[in-house]
């Protein structure tokens, strides 16, 4: 706005001044102060989205090149004020080219060079008339400056890609150095686990079946007609003996480990058969044969996620039937779990602090770098899909 206001102003002290020298300037001034407007209202970027940046640099290009027609309708005015006034442009035209160069890919950038280059040369043409030697300089101008430009273009790209892969790089170690520190946490978490298990079985649970025989041994020892200690007995046998039974339960729970004995894809299946005959619900399974090798938090988020998932069918979805399939190729893992329950409106969970532990369902996916989506309606069921890709260098777009 400054640039075009100082050449308005020139235009109008200068001791010769052009009314179409002077409209012109006024006319660009007049389309900054309306891309100044335009990028000065918030909630035209909430609401226009990708397209924001797009149609700024489509218009502003268009109303600014094209603001040089003005020229083929006053046919008096001087071929050196038309060339002055087309490189007083470049200053504006090389920011929009930096602006593309940085966002977008090279056939975006040779896209608005060749544009404002024809629609120059164009306009050249028209005005010249007649091709010769003393024209010809001229009509090369707009290839010169589509050159220079093509040039700034293709650094400014070269530049962006190789930041952008330095970035891409950096996000995949971290994701990488993440997964792994995952990985020794969990690997830690199950020794621990196994460490308390052994020490149970031999504290707690060696005593309590000692103290089990031994009672068994003073009751078998008891004389007759002492029926109130043999009722103290029988009382402390049960005490023993469900305390017992529920130490072999933890012991059990502590060293089940169904991931690292089964895998997932069995481990998946025995979970959700076992889930179906207890519930009675009818579920569809179809869960990949083939061999998976994933890292263990990987594992552990798709067989919560889907643990989850079933509790939810039975608690607040009041589904009678469900399905559940874990498909795998190379390099993606999709996990959907569906059923025909009584849905909920989608639009609440960002209201809503909890909703039936999808939020966990998001965290766990968000830890391994997963995607989890959410589909549903009221009366039409609820379906969750987790898809987690492997790592590569494409699996960025920055």
């Known amino acids: 706005m400054i640039y075009f206001a100082v050449l308005w102003g020139y235009g ?15 006319l660009n001034l007049l389309i900054n102060a309306s891309l100044f407007l335009y990028l000065s209202i918030p ?21 600014t090149v094209f603001s040089n027609l003005i020229y083929l309708f006053d046919r008096s005015t001087d071929l050196s004020i038309i060339i002055a006034r087309s490189w007083a442009l470049i200053p504006i035209l090389l920011v929009l080219l930096v602006v593309i160069a940085w966002q977008y890919s ?30 010809l300089p001229i009509l090369g101008m707009p290839f010169i400056r589509a050159f220079t430009f093509g040039i700034v273009g293709h650094s400014i790209v070269s ?29 830690a978490t199950s020794r621990e686990r196994n460490r308390l298990a052994r020490e149970l079985h031999d504290t707690l649970a060696h005593t309590l079946s000692g103290v089990a025989v031994n009672l068994e041994a003073i009751k078998s020892l008891l004389p007759e007609g002492q029926d109130n200690i043999s009722e103290m007995l029988d009382h402390s046998l049960t005490a023993t003996r469900l305390g017992l039974n529920e130490t072999r339960r933890t012991l059990q729970d502590l060293r089940a480990q169904p991931l690292e004995d089964l895998g997932l894809a069995l481990a998946l299946r025995n979970m959700v058969q076992t889930f179906a005959e207890r519930e009675g619900i009818d579920i569809g399974i179809e869960i990949t044969e083939a061999p998976l090798t994933l890292p263990p938090d990987v594992e552990q988020s798709f067989y919560r996620v889907a643990q989850e998932a079933l509790e939810n069918i039975t608690g607040h979805a009041r589904a009678s039937r469900a399905s559940v399939k874990l498909a795998a190729n190379a390099d993606l893992i999709e996990l ?5 329950g009584t849905g909920f409106e989608v639009k609440t969970l960002a209201t809503e602090k909890d909703r039936y532990g999808i939020k966990g369902m998001q965290e766990r996916a968000a830890i ?6 959410v589909e549903s309606q009221i009366g039409t069921g609820t379906t969750i899909k987790l898809t987690w890709e492997r790592l590569d260098d494409k699996s960025f777009d920055l």
């Open 12 to 26: 109008v002290v200068a001791p010769h001044p052009g009314e179409t020298l002077q409209f012109q300037s006024l």
């Open 43 to 63: 909630w035209l970027e909430k609401y226009l989205r990708r397209w924001y940046l797009p149609y700024a640099l489509v218009v502003y290009t268009m109303a």
């Open 106 to 135: 090279f056939f975006w950038v040779m896209a608005f060079v060749i544009f404002t280059n024809l629609i120059e040369l164009f306009i050249l043409a028209n005005v010249v008339r007649v091709i010769n030697l003393e024209t």
């Open 159 to 187: 530049l962006m890609e190789t930041q952008r892969s330095q970035k891409r790089k950096m996000i995949i170690a971290n994701i990488r150095l993440g997964q792994q520190a995952n990985t020794l946490e969990h690997l």
């Open 336 to 340: 959907v779990i569906s059923d025909d």
């Open 368 to 373: 391994i770098g997963g995607k989890l989506s």
